[in-house]
């Protein structure tokens, strides 16, 4: 005696519903994990070496300083010149006199000249700076 089986018609079709859950759940989940640094997307540098450099751990409440290779000064996608720096970096010490510090970063064929009167006018301030290196290769 044979045995008959009956095809039906909802085992022959594959359920997409339990795929289409994991990758939801994987795009939320990268989503949620990456860190989107806009300060690292205004400008393209070429940051300079350092042995004792350590990666950020967490956000920075920082006011971030671009300078690319012509010397130029970005700071929150827009281009700045030194006394607008001063203005900036003048209000941000007055409302934030004992915690607000700055980011430097510096593309390493800047000019020396120009990253030193950013420096000048943060030690002028009373800020608390910060320059961003590359980590050793």
Do not use: H, W
């Amino acid at each position: 005696m044979a045995v008959r089986f009956r095809e039906s018609s909802l085992s022959s079709a594959l359920s997409m519903t339990p795929l289409i859950d994991v990758v939801f759940l994987l795009l939320i989940f990268f989503l949620v994990t990456s860190r989107f640094e806009k300060e690292e997307r205004e400008i393209d540098l070429e940051l300079p070496d350092a042995s004792q450099s350590v990666p950020l751990m967490e956000q920075p409440s920082e006011i971030v300083v671009n300078m690319d290779a012509e010397g130029r000064i970005v700071i929150d996608g827009r281009e700045r010149g030194i006394d607008e720096l001063e203005g900036i970096l003048g209000r941000a010490a007055t409302d934030n006199p004992l915690t607000q510090t700055v980011l430097i970063r510096s593309d390493r064929r800047a000019p020396v000249g120009t990253f030193i009167s950013v420096i000048d006018i943060c030690k002028k301030l009373g800020l608390q700076y910060t320059e961003a290196t590359e980590g050793e290769p």
